[in-house]
């Protein structure tokens, strides 16, 4: 399963028809983080984003925005464990999921509801730059901890999926890739786990 993250500030081609491409591929769903956007520009953005996925049929992940979510009637939404501790009240409606950089955190994330668990970052990336990355030991353990499905994050490229694989992720989530790569349509098959 695959999640293609969003970033504007790394896409090399048009924005839009980045993200067109991308449901195209039909991956398992497009986040749209934008974490830099106001409400009203986040909630432009996302309308438009959810007439693309709706269109390919894929699902569209609202990052950390609630008001946006409830607002266009969607049902996924993705939090920081911060944000899932805070509004935990206020989302019994959403299907969530959780960014975790440990495995307290994963089994905290578990127990508060969260569908599916984003851990991470396993590799180093750019995005994190002088964060040493957590590693594939983190990724297993974490796999290991919790029952509810989890994907991985952070420096993947094509020839690290078999090592992901093994540790027992369920899927794969891409940013950089996603923004960047030459042939978005293809990146289902090839981040395929």
Sequence with gaps: MLICVTNRQVCQDDYLNRISQLAKGKPHAIMLREKDLSLTEYECLAGRVKEICDLYDVPLIINQNIPTAAKLKLKNIHLSM??????KSEI????????VHSVA??????????SYLI??????TDCKKGVPPRGLSFLEEVCTSVTIPVFAIGGISKDKVQDITKTGAKGISIMSESMTCTN?????????I
């Design 119 to 124: 851990a991470g970052h396993i590799f180093s």
């Design 82 to 87: 911060s944000d899932l501790r805070q509004y």
């Design 184 to 192: 978005p349509v293809n990146l289902t098959n090839e981040f395929r």
């Design 105 to 114: 955190e994963a089994k905290e994330a578990q127990a508060l509801g969260a």
């Design 92 to 99: 019994s409606d959403f299907v969530f999921g959780a960014s």
